[in-house]
């Protein structure tokens, strides 16, 4: 099979929200479609991919670098032995002549075009793409459900008590157990009335709640809040310092006895090796949040579960943060801890497919060839106007 052809895009994912570092008013997003030469139904096999949310397209990278390396190299070279497309060999081929280290946005760029190869790899086998990692990267099997959580209770203009309440009881009606709020965007005061009236919605069970800073504290503040809100039994305490501040990670989990979750911002095997070395995470507790849209892919997600198992963290510790249907197949074929979802922000791109139901918080994989964005009408509409 051979790459025909590759469509690069950018769409908004704005909104009026902030979380306690940035707000989401000009935030956009890196969308992709690799056009095959393999016709199924008198119709090219097309992958799609996407740069997850969070950190803004990479549509430069894309187009100056990581495509034209992929487009420009010999066929064969994207194929393993069995002559199906190899997301690992395109990953050597588009990361030629990059400098380790630095990841930046080349990062993401890479983790758009693994997306699609993945997507398109597992179109051509004609399999649900956990089925075709399991196949090929797992233990040949998969969950049949994945734990997710209902992440937003963001920051908004106006957004009231009551309104932060409403927004949780959606997401219990959705059929959440556990749901996730930002703090770190007001002061503590202010922050403890919105997490007890949350907790109000929850029955006073800490346990079904995730707190997320961004990365905003210093020390002093991530100690504090630490204090304050021990006492909760929260779910977790998210991204308290700044990502790559390990020392500060490592000093808050001496302190705070409760899980602690981070990684969302570590883009590279590197830099998670760092954070399991140095950030003094507990691998009875801690949950570990690195997103494979945003780091360079599956193929680099894959050498992180290696990393992980040799220092003696299992794969149900890591629950990828952003939200998407990439990531849901990943949950379910390596056998993580879970996957975030978004019902309700970065539309199109957020969330499952339209008739993905969630139960007793767990969401079940369907069986739509691929990734599956076929199933989310909206967002197929966006990604099949790339290549029409
Ligand atoms: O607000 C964001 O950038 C998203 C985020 O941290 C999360 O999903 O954990
Ligand atoms: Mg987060």
């Given at each position: 099979m051979r790459i025909v052809s590759a469509h690069e895009g950018v769409i908004p994912i704005s909104s009026s929200m902030s979380n306690a570092f940035i707000d989401f008013s000009t935030m956009d997003c890196s969308v992709l479609a690799l056009v095959s030469d393999v016709v199924v139904d008198g119709q090219p096999v097309v992958g799609y991919g996407f740069n997850s949310n969070g950190r803004y397209?990479?549509?430069?990278?894309?187009?100056?670098?990581?495509?034209?390396?992929?487009?420009?190299?010999?066929?064969?070279?994207?194929?393993d032995a069995d002559g199906g497309l190899s997301p690992s060999a395109a990953w050597d081929v588009v990361m030629r002549n990059e400098k380790p280290g630095g990841h930046g946005?080349?990062?993401v760029a890479v983790g758009v075009v693994d997306m699609a190869l993945h997507d398109l790899a597992a179109k051509v086998a004609g399999v649900p793409l956990h089925r075709w990692i399991a196949d090929h990267y797992g233990d040949g099997g998969s969950d049949e459900s994945v734990f997710v959580y209902a992440a937003g209770g963001y920051y908004a203009p106006g957004k009231t008590l009551g309104d932060l309440q409403d927004e949780m009881r959606g997401f219990l009606d959705l059929g959440?157990?556990?749901?996730?709020?930002?703090?770190?965007?007001?002061?503590?005061?202010?922050?403890?009335?919105?997490?007890e009236a949350v907790l109000e919605v929850l029955g006073g069970d800490g346990s079904r709640l995730a707190v997320d800073v961004n990365g905003r504290f210093d020390l002093d503040t991530a100690l504090a809040y630490g204090r304050a809100i021990d006492p909760y039994g929260l779910f977790w305490y998210e991204e308290v310092g700044d990502?790559?501040?390990?020392?500060?990670?490592?000093?808050?989990?001496?302190?705070?006895?409760g899980p602690?979750?981070?990684?969302?911002?570590l883009f590279s095997l590197q830099d998670a090796r760092n954070l399991v070395r140095y950030g003094g995470l507990r691998p009875d507790r801690d949950w570990i949040q690195v997103d494979p849209a945003l780091?360079?892919?599956?193929v680099e997600y894959r050498r992180i579960q290696d990393m992980l198992a040799q220092h003696g963290w299992s794969s149900r510790r890591c629950i990828p943060h952003g939200g998407h249907q990439f990531s849901l197949h990943i949950a379910a074929a390596l056998r993580l801890g879970g996957n975030e979802s978004y019902p309700g922000e970065f539309q199109p791109t957020g969330g499952f497919a339209d008739d993905a139901a969630v139960e007793g918080g767990r969401v079940r994989l369907d069986d739509r060839p691929g990734i599956g964005f076929e199933g989310k009408a909206a967002f197929h509409r966006v990604l099949r106007q790339l290549h029409a």
């Open positions: 397209s990479a549509g430069e990278i894309l187009r100056r670098r990581i495509l034209p390396r992929l487009l420009e190299a010999d066929p064969d070279s994207l194929l946005e080349r990062s959440y157990e556990v749901v996730k709020m930002k703090i770190g965007g007001a002061d503590l005061a202010e922050d403890l009335r919105r997490i990502p790559l501040d390990y020392h500060l990670n490592a000093t808050l989990a001496e302190h705070y006895r602690i979750a981070t990684g969302e911002n780091s360079y892919g599956l």
